[in-house]
């Protein structure tokens, strides 16, 4: 069974400017989220769909972020313009159906896009 | 809110010495707790979880009891091999948090021959 994927795995951009990341999740798994991790940290939720519907985008920047899962299979988030302090490690991350397995279901990550800005 | 909280590494060790983990939380009701495991350049995976009190997560050698009483979730292992080298994640999912994992600081572990 392929795992969640991820692109680019690395990107570097000058501030200001935009970049976006793709993420497709496991076959049939309904739940989509996207992760922060910064060096050092945790990762912390940026945004969580239902299909492709949003559950939680409460920690979204939403002044400079916005994710889209159009068909509910594959997402994107998208950085317009991006800070300094957006440097960090994008996951994304999927699970079956939060609907049936709810808070006990395990999220199978992908291997994260590495972002600097400059 | 949720939170989660866990020793700071790095921890050190010498191959086949014994590990520890230590992970405690603060939540309401009986969440899920799991420990995910990010080796260099890889995504993280999960290595177990507990669902209800009292439950034994294993895998690998890796154990963890989810302890009620004490809001704890501590990660061992008997004897660590050099391959064992990684950061490890503690993190729980809220009955009222959609699934949402909050994780913990990530401890590093660093196995030497």
């Known amino acids: 069974e392929a795992g969640v994927a991820q692109s680019p795995r690395y990107k570097i951009i000058e501030k200001r400017q935009s970049v976006a990341f793709w993420c497709n999740p496991i076959s049939g798994h309904a739940t989509l989220y996207w992760y922060q991790q910064i060096l050092g940290q945790g990762p912390k939720l940026l945004i969580q769909f239902q299909n492709n519907g949003v559950v939680d985008d409460s920690q979204l920047p939403k002044d400079r972020f916005s994710a889209e899962r159009l068909k509910g299979v594959d997402s994107t988030l998208k950085i317009q313009p991006a800070k300094l302090e957006d440097s960090a490690v994008y996951l994304c991350?999927?699970?079956?159906?939060?609907?049936?397995?709810?808070?006990?279901?395990?999220?199978?990550f992908g291997p994260g896009t590495r972002l600097t800005v400059l | 809110g949720d939170s989660v909280t866990q020793m700071e590494g790095p921890v050190t060790l010498s191959e086949e010495a014994f590990l520890t983990i230590n992970c405690t939380y603060t939540?309401?009701?009986?969440?899920?707790l799991f420990w995910y495991v990010q080796y260099p350049g890889e995504g993280l995976q999960l290595l177990l979880k507990?669902?209800?009190?009292?439950d034994k997560g294993s895998n690998k050698g890796f154990e963890a009891t989810y302890r009620k009483e004490t809001t704890s979730f501590h990660l061992e292992k008997g004897s660590v091999q050099v391959s064992d080298s990684a950061v490890y994640f503690c993190a729980l999912s809220g009955y009222d948090s959609w699934g949402k994992l909050q994780f913990g600081a990530g401890t590093q572990v660093v196995v030497t021959p």
């Open positions: 939540a309401t009701g009986y969440p899920s």
């Open positions: 507990a669902t209800k009190a009292d």
């Open positions: 991350a999927s699970s079956l159906d939060l609907r049936t397995s709810g808070f006990t279901d395990t999220q199978y």
